[in-house]
């Protein structure tokens, strides 16, 4: 009996630590992500402004030109629409925090 309560003991510890290395390595693959996202955006220099409004990440650009919307979209986007210098691209749930990322990365201009 004793030993059976040990064995679920070992079982849920091992689930927890699985659980942990999938967690922290998604977290390193979003910064990634992010990266990538920055600089498919003509990097983080070309971004004047962003915002997140519900699944959607809406980025105000000084060049739209440069952008790299192939890349964008092989990255998961949903869709894009630009107008003038203005993208919104539809994420979906990671879009707040994508925002919080480039937040990050504005930061360590």
């Known amino acids: 009996m004793e030993w059976q309560y040990i064995q679920y003991i070992i079982i849920i510890v091992v689930l927890f630590i699985i659980a942990l290395a999938i967690t922290r390595s998604k ?9 990538k996202l920055a600089q498919a955006l003509g990097g983080k220099d070309n971004i004047v402004d962003y915002e997140v409004n519900k699944s959607r990440f809406i980025v105000n650009l000084k060049d739209v030109e440069i952008v790299n919307k192939e890349a964008i979209q092989k990255m998961g986007a949903q869709g894009i629409v630009e107008i003038d210098n203005q993208l919104k691209i539809i994420l979906g749930d990671g879009a707040r925090q994508l925002k919080k990322y480039i937040d990050d990365l504005k930061k360590n201009k």
Not at 27 to 35: C, I
Request: avoid cysteine.
């Open 27 to 35: 977290k390193k693959d979003f910064k990634l992500e992010v990266n």
